[in-house]
């Protein structure tokens, strides 16, 4: 991947960060092209922050994935109650705008869309039904995987990409799930990318899979039939490439495998490869609040600041213009041009596949 892409995506998951960051707190002031003031910050924040960053992370590489490979894939989130991160992402590729015409991509569109979420007769903080790309709502944890695989059996040519929360994985009906490779076909049914985000914490407490070592988490997804890939670390721009690498691998193997069984009349059981994705929780959110550590701790799981002093406004700030939104987005409010051209178009935008 050369520098530019590399840029290109970083752009892109900066922008799904400040747009998911926005809809717990804004208001107003969108572009924060004024100094940030408490009219311009909700009363009552709501929603999630922990979950987010990863799976604004795994979108933007699924795009890359999609558009080099021109893929049919569906977007399956275990952890959907951080449901501002699917907003986000279905709101920069256009889907957003097509189903509710009201939220334009403009400033005064992303206004109505931060103020939106998680409020008095707007929307869910869940990725609810209503929101395009949805198929599965989260809320109560377990179901990811076997909706994934359900997805996928006899449509052949569908991958959908399963994002299931360390926390998640903790409930029995996906503890089972797992064992539904066993039941995939490679002739006639199509692909699952189980992507587990193993960020540490289910709200308050440390995750099971957390206290395994890499090795252990190897060796048991081995065991269940997969080829896992760890994909671990903090600094995006190291992450990109080998999210990007990783998932290159991927695909390949994938069509490998479709095309060993369905040419080659293979009828051996494929190992499937899955993606372990190692991330602090609340990644390139704030890292210190109060004195207390917030990324990458139990505390990063909802709102990471709850905006109770003058202090909190400056860090509010702070954060949200770490994303760069001056680099963004043009002078109207719309997702610059150069990062557009990036993402898949029409049906194969997972906002918009049929
Ligand atoms: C069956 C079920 N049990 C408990 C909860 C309460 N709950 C909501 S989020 C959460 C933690 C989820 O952790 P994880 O899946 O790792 O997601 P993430 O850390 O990425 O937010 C829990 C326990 C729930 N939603 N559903």
Same mark, same amino acid.
């Given at each position: 991947m050369n520098e530019k892409e590399l840029n290109l995506l970083d752009k892109y998951f900066r %922008? %799904? #960060? $400040? !747009?998911s960051a926005c809809q717990l707190y804004l208001l107003d002031n969108p572009l924060l092209k004024e100094p940030l003031r408490k009219e311009h910050i909700k009363?009552?924040?709501?929603?999630?922050?922990?979950? !987010?960053?990863?799976?604004? &992370?795994? $979108?933007?590489?699924l795009d890359r994935v999609i558009k080099k490979y021109n893929l049919d894939m569906i977007y399956v989130s275990g952890p959907g109650h951080g449901g501002n991160f699917l907003v986000a992402n279905t709101y920069l590729e256009g889907s957003y705008t097509e189903f $509710?015409?009201?939220?334009?991509?403009?400033?005064? +569109?992303?206004?109505?869309l931060f103020k939106q979420f998680s409020f008095p007769g707007g929307i869910s903080s869940h990725a609810a039904p209503? #929101?395009?790309g949805s198929i599965h709502e989260g809320g109560e944890l377990g179901y990811s995987l076997a909706h994934a695989y359900g997805a996928v059996f006899d449509n052949p040519n569908?991958? %959908? /990409?399963?994002?299931? +929360?360390? +926390?998640? /994985?903790?409930? +029995?009906?996906? /503890?089972?799930?797992?064992h539904s490779n066993k039941f995939l076909n490679p002739k006639t049914d199509g692909a699952v990318i189980p992507i587990l985000n193993l960020n540490g914490y289910k709200i308050s407490n440390p995750t099971v899979f957390s206290r395994m070592t890499n090795k252990e988490l190897g060796s048991f997804f081995y065991g269940l039939g997969y080829k896992p890939y760890l994909v671990e670390g903090d600094d995006p721009k190291?992450?990109?490439?080998? @999210? %990007?690498?990783?998932?290159?691998?991927?695909? @390949?193997q994938i069509k490998d495998i479709w095309n060993s069984a369905r040419?080659?009349?293979?009828?051996? @059981?494929?190992?499937?490869p899955m993606i372990i994705l190692r991330t602090p929780k609340g990644w390139t959110g704030p890292k210190i609040v109060d004195g207390k550590r917030v990324e990458g701790t139990f505390r990063a799981h909802q709102v990471p600041i709850s905006m109770e002093s003058e202090e909190h406004l400056k860090q509010l700030e702070s954060w949200l213009k770490s $994303?760069?939104?001056?680099?963004? &987005?043009?002078?109207n409010g719309r997702l610059k041009e150069e990062i557009r051209k990036y993402l898949p178009k029409g049906n194969k935008r997972m906002g918009a596949t049929p």
């Open positions: %922008a %799904a #960060n $400040y !747009v009363k009552k924040i709501v929603g999630h922050w922990g979950t !987010v960053p990863a799976q604004n &992370f795994i $979108y933007t590489h $509710y015409p009201n939220i334009t991509e403009d400033e005064e +569109g992303l206004k109505k209503e #929101n395009p569908l991958i %959908a /990409a399963c994002v299931i +929360g360390d +926390g998640e /994985a903790e409930t +029995g009906p996906l /503890a089972t799930s797992w190291v992450m990109h490439r080998l @999210m %990007a690498k990783t998932m290159d691998n991927i695909i @390949m040419n080659d009349n293979n009828n051996k @059981m494929p190992r499937w $994303y760069h939104p001056e680099e963004l &987005f043009d002078e």
